[in-house]
């Protein structure tokens, strides 16, 4: 048995005997400031982030580790990190049952980065005031940026954090831009904030979130108006854009139970107190994409020479993001939540084999999608989609399932299917009424609301800030009763905020009502729908 903590270099062959690959660096002889940190030590940046550090760290292209602080659990830092030496075994699982397991030593040092932990609290301000430091990069969610209320308002906890200031923040945003403040007393050093985490616009939503709490506390006089300013001066801080994607849901009972048969004795599985799943291990799908805009005022690592990442300009990264997230892949992936949440599905491989299933997300891409969206050139979008429905969601060793891609659907359909919609609208050759699967799903969604499945058992809606509001207005629909649909659905089908479009105004409303009254109908309705659907509109692909 080999442990992640044995000496590899001077012990390679337990690693090798166990199939694992090692490094070639020592990340204690890498004795560089460090000049990358890391917000958010979850899966995606084990998997990812750390392979293009480890990459870079083997060509000499990177002379110091990656600082990786975690703000979400301090567990995860303590026995996902210090336990293994900051350690991880990345584990590539193929569909075909191949894994391929390659150790990282690329994390310098990790640190849970709040106030209730002054060690890691001092030690990354004090990184953040040396002018080494060239980027920090993020991947800690949408909600981690989100500073607003459903109302648009300010949360409570943002306004305590404006009140107070820079030297006691709470909220990840402000201790930030705290962090930043910093930096700008220090020596006005400039660096860049990179948002890796998927979504749209995600550099933006970024600077929007920090420039809010810095802009509140100057207007409370805490900050200098000059603070400010370098923060808007891209020449002193930029907010790239970027374009991330690959699978990389949580560890694998079935990779720990390879891992255990291969001879790795940190097989285990383990949820921290804070609800989060990790192991010694990562586990990941081959595909990978990382498009970044290159922009980076006090330079920056090689980070084009890593497999899978492309630096280019932001029009071609917002293109490259249209791409994914409005047609080849998010509108599938939301195809699949709804539905297989309806259906019984527990896993998205095994809701592609479904054939109606698979139809579905082809005639979304494809048919529907395909033809109006912009080429970005860096990925070609047929090849995207091709290794999405052949390659990438088939493989039964990605433990993804329909409940997690569930949530918060409600704040994606705007993006997911409303950009799409507006360039039906847009193409004077096109029109929203001859989309049949895109409005197919958005009825599918309003279904999935009445938390109640094809075969009239409750199921709980996976978590959705509007679950509140939304699922009071279908709670009396009863299956099989004859409804109103309309009285129902009007105030959710009109809501810009959902879709991005009053459904209604574009003569999409009434078609979503259409197929909404069909998957009421009784029992296995949700099924005979989509198959009905199937039947008389889709296109052989």
Not at 486 to 506: E, Q, T, V, W
Request: aromatic residues 8%; proline residues 6%; negative net charge.
């Amino acid at each position: 048995m080999v442990k992640i903590t044995d000496d590899y270099l001077n012990n390679k062959k337990e690693f090798t005997d166990a199939g694992i690959k090692v490094p070639t660096y020592d990340i204690k002889q890498k004795s560089g400031a460090t000049k990358w940190v890391h917000f958010g030590g979850g899966n995606l940046f084990r998997a990812f982030h750390a392979a293009i550090a480890d990459r870079l760290l083997e060509s000499g292209d990177l002379d110091a580790g990656i600082v990786v602080a975690e703000t979400h659990d301090k567990d995860v830092v303590k026995d996902a990190y210090k336990k293994f030496n900051d350690r991880i075994l990345r584990v590539i699982t193929h569909e075909d049952g191949k894994f391929e397991k390659e150790l990282f030593a690329s994390v310098a040092d990790s640190l849970f980065f709040d106030q209730s932990n002054p060690d890691g609290w001092k030690k990354l301000f004090s990184i953040f005031e040396n002018p080494a430091l060239q980027l920090a990069t993020f991947s800690i969610t949408e909600k981690g940026y989100n500073l607003w209320d459903s109302q648009g308002d300010l949360l409570p906890a943002i306004q305590d954090d404006i009140k107070n200031g820079p030297e006691a923040p709470k909220n990840n945003m402000a201790s930030l831009t705290a962090l930043m403040f910093a930096r700008f007393k220090a020596g006005k050093y400039p660096m860049a904030l990179l948002s890796t985490d998927n979504f749209s616009q995600n550099g933006e939503k970024l600077q929007k979130s920090v420039l809010t709490i810095a802009e509140g506390w100057e207007k409370n006089g805490l900050v200098p108006a000059e603070f400010v300013a370098y923060l808007k001066d891209d020449k002193s801080v930029s907010f790239p854009l970027s374009m991330i994607d690959r699978i990389t849901p949580n560890p694998s009972d079935a990779v720990s139970d390879k891992l255990k048969t291969d001879g790795f004795e940190d097989y285990q599985i383990f949820h921290t107190p804070g609800h989060t799943n990790i192991a010694a291990f990562t586990n990941t799908e081959e595909v990978h994409y990382l498009v970044i805009e290159d922009d980076f005022p006090n330079g920056r690592p090689a980070l084009d020479k890593a497999s899978g990442v492309t630096l280019t300009d932001r029009q071609t990264v917002n293109d490259a993001d249209e791409m994914k997230v409005t047609t080849c892949l998010n509108p599938l992936h939301t195809a699949l939540a709804v539905n297989g949440s309806l259906l019984g599905f527990d896993s998205i491989a095994k809701e592609v084999s479904d054939p109606d299933m698979l139809n579905l997300i082809k005639q979304i891409g494809y048919v529907e999608g395909l033809p109006v969206v912009k080429d970005p050139k860096v990925i070609n979008p047929k090849t995207f989609i091709d290794q999405l429905v052949n390659k990438r969601l088939p493989n039964p060793y990605i433990p993804d399932m329909p409940q997690r891609i569930a949530s918060d659907t409600s704040q994606k359909l705007s993006v997911r299917y409303g950009v799409t919609i507006q360039h039906y609208i847009d193409d004077p050759k096109r029109d929203p009424k001859d989309l049949h699967f895109i409005p197919l799903v958005l009825a599918t969604w309003c279904r999935y609301l009445m938390a109640i499945d094809d075969q009239g058992k409750p199921f709980e809606p996976s978590r959705d800030p509007m679950l509140s509001e939304l699922q009071p207005k279908v709670a009396d629909i009863k299956l099989g009763e004859k409804t109103d649909v309309h009285a129902h659905l009007k105030d959710i089908l009109s809501n810009k905020k959902i879709f991005g479009h009053d459904l209604y105004a574009i003569g999409l409303g009434e078609v979503v009502e259409g197929y909404f009254a069909s998957q009421i109908a009784g029992v296995g309705a949700v099924r005979k729908t989509l198959e009905d659907t199937l039947s008389k509109y889709a296109k052989e692909i």
